[in-house]
Structures are given as C-alpha cells and as structure tokens.
C-alpha cells in the first residue's frame, strides 16, 4: 500500500515547524513548499501528493492545481464571512476578539469552497502572535482531516467580502483613539508585514510592540527611517 504524501504550502516562516511536528505525528511523506516557482502541477504529481494544505499562500493556485489535488486552504474568518485578502487586519479594525479558522477546499471561486471543519481563534496580542497560535490550531485541523476524513460542507450564512490592505493603509496619523492606534500597530505587527506608520516631509516612523500603559497611553518601539534618497539625514560633524 502506498505511503500517503502530503503537501504544506505557505512562505511564512511561523510555518517552517509545521511539516517537523506533523511528522511526528502522522506516519507519512510530508513536503514544504514555500515558494512560487515550486508550487506547480508538476511539482505535486512528481512527489505523489494525495492532499495539499495551505495554511497560507499570497499567490493565485492555478486551477491545474486544485482541479487535480485536493487543496485544503485555511481562511481566517468564520466564513462566508470574511471571504478575501489581510483577513486579520479587517477583523481587528471591524473591532473583533475572536473569529474561526476555516478550512477549505480550494475553487475557482475566492474563499469560496466548501468548508472541512472550523476551530476558534482568539485575536489577543500582535499579529505575530496570533499567527503563531493560528498555527498550532491548524496543526490540529491537519490532523483531524487526515484521521476523520470529515465530508466538506457547503457554506451557509450571508457572504462579506474583505478587501486586501494596502501598505499606505498603515498609515496611524488620522486615527483618534488610543484604542484605534494600539490595534493598527498590533495587527501589522508580524515578520515581512508592514508597519503601522506616520510620516514627516524627511522621516517615516514605524512603530511596533505597542503596549497600552495605565494611564492611556501607548509605549512602542520606533524604527526612524530617512526618507530623502539625495538628502542626508544625519548631521554633519562639529
């Protein structure tokens, strides 16, 4: 009997482990795609794949990929809610504690598909963090798939769409609450993610590891950056 071989699609790096504990506890071939060039058809039918998981994937899957392998994507939001891009973002924002993680299957509709199971997320902390335990739930979705096979559903309930946030959107200058300010550099607060921000004519501040004092007050760390390519930043010397 063929050993099983499962894929584990994503290029974040919170998933590198991901492939290392699922080995330990499912007997079977298990392979880290993490790049665009590698994510192929001809990639997956070399390797055998009988299910691809993607915990997290910014790119278009070609509909080669899922018409021939059963791709299971993980979406943020308890869906239909939340169908679209920067799912944690548009949470947070829309002022949300808590959401589901939902597992898919991959169609040529966005977000669309039908739906494996759903487990709880909480949205406590920075974006990071929150990633990081997005990523021990999906570990244990993985493996209730694989060891239930559960039959997907259909979605039910009303679909709202999310919009994919742009960099500039990080923009804290116009927010007014202090509330509003902890959020926005919380939610981009994760690696390749860009910061929350302000800007002057010559320096872009971006900010990170907020924390709300007792007295209302935001305290977080600072990245100056000099905007002027053909303008010095730093003082001359005295």
Not at 38 to 61: A, C, G, M, N, Q
Request: proline content about 3%; overall charge negative.
């Amino acid at each position: 009997m063929k050993q099983k071989s499962y894929a584990i699609v994503s290029e974040k790096s919170w998933h590198q482990d991901l492939v290392k504990n699922l080995e330990k506890r499912i007997h079977a071939n298990w392979f880290l795609i993490n790049n665009k060039e590698d994510f192929t058809y001809e990639t997956l039918k070399e390797l055998r794949i009988d299910i691809v998981f993607i915990p997290h994937w910014s790119h278009i899957i070609t509909e080669e990929i899922y018409e021939n392998f059963e791709c299971i994507l993980f979406h943020m939001t308890d869906l239909p809610y939340g169908r679209g891009g920067s799912p944690l973002q548009n949470l947070i924002i829309r002022g949300h504690q808590k959401t589901k993680i939902s597992a898919l299957r991959v169609t040529k509709d966005i977000d669309g598909g039908d739906i494996y199971l759903k487990k709880d997320l909480y949205l406590l902390g920075t974006a990071q963090e929150i990633f990081l335990r997005a990523t021990n739930i999906i570990e244990e979705m993985i493996v209730e798939i694989i060891n239930h096979n559960p039959h997907p559903q259909k979605q039910e309930g009303e679909v709202v769409i999310f919009k994919r946030r742009k960099p500039e959107e990080g923009n804290i200058s116009s927010l007014h609450t202090i509330e509003e300010v902890y959020d926005y550099i919380r939610m981009l607060d994760a690696d390749t993610y860009p910061k929350a921000f302000i800007e002057t004519e010559f320096f872009r501040f971006e900010f990170s590891r907020a924390s709300i004092q007792a007295d209302k007050s935001i305290l977080a760390d600072v990245r100056i950056i000099c905007k002027q390519k053909n303008f010095s930043c730093s003082s001359s010397p005295r």
